[in-house]
């Protein structure tokens, strides 16, 4: 997969399938378009490519950050996995917003041959979100292209979008995420040192350092599993304040189930599956201890008696 940035043409035009969007989490609806675009693209002999920013354009007028439900690398990730060729990315500035549509496709167009533009219903882009699907039906002989409208993905009668899924992530509804994105909702970052706490009372926690725009579920204590060495390994996961050690501030640690292998300064991605319990303050590491050995026992019973280990994690 080959990604390239801005309006740069670094040799030879690409002949493409192309589909445009920030697809934060990459769900369902998104993943519908991608594939058609992917299959479009093999069955002409083109290349699929997905036309994209880095920042999305709500956080560049408003001025305020976002959290979302992918970091970049996630999206990449997915991206490959649906087999995407080429990434198109552009910097969202105040130069790129003032773009009319027009203007995006002719720029585009310098770019790239295209056959062909997938979209879902509602999308609109360009300078105050003037191209619309109307628009571009209307430019297909001027731009040589030819649009495809995929329908709305909708999960019980609700349509599929990523604001919809970052509220429920937020309210920590993880399995109406899952069923919305198609796959678990993932954290990925670097294991950074800790305390040591954990290992003191039997359960070694990898402490991670998670992207700064990655949304987190509420705080708590899931089940979940961590890939590793190709492998997917059982897993509970803290989100949130270490009470019982006086360590209030919020943070992600994973204890994978009967693995102790170092793993500081390795990337880990982690799959979250369910909430079991709120984090709450113990009057000692002991009574710490046997709550974690409960929990152990219902990530077990959860894991294994839905075969989520088994099961594919890109749908």
Wanted: overall charge positive.
């Amino acid at each position: 997969m080959i990604i390239r940035k801005d309006f740069s043409n670094s040799g030879e035009k690409s002949a493409v399938c192309l589909t445009i969007g920030f697809f934060d989490g990459v769900h369902r609806g998104h993943k519908k378009i991608i594939k058609d675009v992917v299959e479009g693209a093999r069955l002409n002999n083109l290349q699929s490519c997905i036309v994209s920013f880095h920042c999305h354009p709500n956080e560049f007028f408003s001025g305020r950050p976002m959290k979302f439900l992918t970091s970049w690398e996630e999206k990449e990730e997915i991206f490959q996995s649906l087999g995407v060729d080429l990434i198109q990315v552009f910097t969202f500035n105040s130069r790129f917003a003032s773009l009319s549509p027009e203007q995006f496709l002719q720029k585009l167009s310098e770019i790239f041959y295209i056959h062909e533009i997938l979209v879902g219903e509602g999308f609109n882009f360009g300078r105050r979100k003037e191209g619309n699907i109307s628009f571009l039906y209307k430019k297909q002989s001027k731009f040589g292209y030819r649009l495809r409208v995929i329908p709305y993905v909708k999960f019980k009668r609700e349509k599929v979008s990523s604001s919809l899924l970052r509220r429920w992530l937020e309210e920590g509804k993880i399995q109406k995420v899952a069923r919305g994105l198609g796959h678990y909702p993932t954290l990925m970052g670097k294991v950074t040192c800790g305390r040591g706490k954990g290992r003191e009372i039997g359960y070694p926690t990898a402490n991670i350092e998670s992207h700064p725009e990655k949304l987190l579920p509420p705080g708590g204590v899931y089940v979940g599993y961590v890939e590793l060495g190709g492998k997917n390994h059982k897993a509970l996961i803290n989100i949130g304040a270490r009470p019982t050690f006086g360590d209030l501030t919020c943070g992600v640690e994973v204890h994978i189930i009967n693995f102790n292998n170092q793993l500081y300064e390795k990337m880990l991605k982690v799959y979250l599956v369910e909430k079991i319990r709120d984090i709450v303050f113990f009057p000692s590491p002991a009574h710490l201890s046997q709550q974690l050995e409960r929990d152990k026992e219902k990530a077990e019973q959860i894991l294994n008696s839905s075969g989520l280990l088994e099961k594919a994690i890109y749908q």
